[in-house]
């Protein structure tokens, strides 16, 4: 049978079973017409989990479907090595026993993010092509002892669990960098809410100082202007105002500092000598 309708890559993936003399039409036009729908439903659930993903309960009911799609996937993955043991010969009962192991193998960087879904797919994909080989009868087309296909048949469980070490340790490795950039977040939001914080009192400490501070340079100017008081007095009047000068200064300097910080810096185009700075 020929797909010329079919890109080349997916050509190569059904080539297996691409013999309708080996394979009955009824089995082989069920197999790819499930695939098709099981490959439609994965494409319309994968839209449906980033859809639910603000809502949790949805996103549960999501990857509970999801997972049951790949299910079915690796089932009807899984049972190509009985339809070859059934039908085919080595090389078809080989070439789908790669085929598949591939698709496991690359399932890991697809959806190993939802392990659950994962483990649904590569478990029935990989326990069913490892009965395929145990429960062959295929010996004498195979031309080699019963022991080969227990052999490649523990071959496949090995690889089952290398691949779900593999997708173990890629799910942990997601969940702490999660993690870290939540932490990262949370450590970021603090330190701008300490930041506001601290600007607010600077500019809360900075306007309560300034009232009572306007009171005291009020009385030293009174003072200054009043000639009843001697010349020690009148010296002491303006060291108060002198002072009181430079406190207004710091006060009006942690005054813009808190306009920095809170992005409200306002600039006023002033006259001014170049050489006192």
């Known amino acids: 049978m020929h797909w010329p309708y079919l890109p080349g890559f997916l050509h190569f993936l059904l080539l297996p079973l691409s013999s309708t003399h080996l394979y009955p ?8 017409a499930l695939q098709i729908l099981t490959h439609v439903l994965r494409f319309f659930g994968g839209f449906q989990l980033v859809a639910s993903s603000h809502d949790m309960e949805k996103y549960r009911r999501s990857v509970n479907q999801f997972t049951a799609i790949l299910v079915i996937s690796g089932m009807l993955w899984g049972l190509t090595g009985f339809m070859a043991a059934r039908w085919g010969n080595n090389l078809h009962h080989l070439l789908i026993l790669a085929v598949v192991t591939g698709l496991v193998g690359g399932s890991i960087s697809t959806i190993s993010p939802i392990f659950k879904a994962f483990m649904g797919f590569i478990i029935p994909a990989t326990v069913l092509q490892s009965l395929s ?4 009868s295929n010996v004498a087309v195979m031309g080699r002892e019963p022991f080969y296909e227990v052999f490649i048949s523990l071959l496949i469980l090995l690889y089952m669990i290398v691949i779900y070490q593999a997708g173990m340790t890629l799910q942990k490795s997601r969940v702490d960098t999660l993690d870290l950039q939540n932490a990262l977040q949370t450590s970021k939001e603090r330190a701008e809410w300490a930041s506001n914080a601290k600007s607010r009192f600077l500019s809360s400490i ?13 009385f030293a100017q009174l003072l200054e202007l009043d000639e009843t008081l001697d010349r020690k007095q009148h010296e002491q009047a303006e060291q108060i105002m002198h002072a009181s000068e430079h406190l207004l200064a710091l006060i009006s300097q942690v005054l813009e500092l808190s306009r920095i910080e809170a992005g409200d810096m306002q600039i006023h185009a002033v006259d001014f000598e170049l050489s006192a700075l």
């Open 133 to 136: 080989f145990y429960f062959s």
């Open 206 to 218: 900075s306007h309560e100082l300034r009232t009572p501070l306007n009171a005291i340079m009020g």
């Open 25 to 32: 039409p009824l089995v082989f036009n069920s197999w790819i």
